[in-house]
Nanobody, 124 residues
Framework: QVQLVESGGGLVQAGGSLRLSCAAS????????MGWFRQAPGKEREAVAA????????YYTDSVKGRFTISRDNAKNTVYLQMNSLKPEDTAVYYC?????????????????WGQGTQVTVSS
């Protein structure tokens, strides 16, 4: 099983940037589809971005397209989420997750392993 630890969250002004990292241990992330999810207070957890384990195909939720970029470095066993042009509505706890299933998906319920989350707060 894989263990995931997120880092890079913090407080940033609107229009700023943050880069989240997700360091994996226990197993190589090349075995998993990887995703970033977020949960704001009073809201359900939603998929932000995901990247397949095979060819690097990426998914982005509409609200972050053109602003966020997901990437993976299998050699470093790390997944990243580069977040630019941040908005107050991006404020949430961001979670990294791994899916060992065969088919690439960004459905929350498909992901098997989760990190503890990192807080991102965007001030207006």
């Amino acid at each position: 099983q894989v263990q995931l630890v997120e880092s890079g969250g913090g407080l940033v002004q609107a229009g700023g940037s943050l880069r989240l990292s997700c360091a994996a241990s226990g197993r190589t992330i090349s075995n998993y589809h990887m995703g970033w999810f977020r949960q704001a207070p009073g809201k359900e957890r939603e998929a932000v971005a995901a990247i397949s384990r095979s060819d690097g195909t990426a998914y982005y939720t509409d609200s972050v397209k053109g602003r966020f970029t997901i990437s993976r470095d299998n050699a470093k066993n790390t997944v990243y989420l580069q977040m630019n042009s941040l908005k107050p509505e991006d404020t949430a706890v961001y979670y990294c997750a791994a899916d060992q299933g065969a088919r690439f998906s960004w459905a929350t319920w498909r992901y098997d392993y989760w990190g503890q989350g990192t807080q991102v707060t965007v001030s207006s």
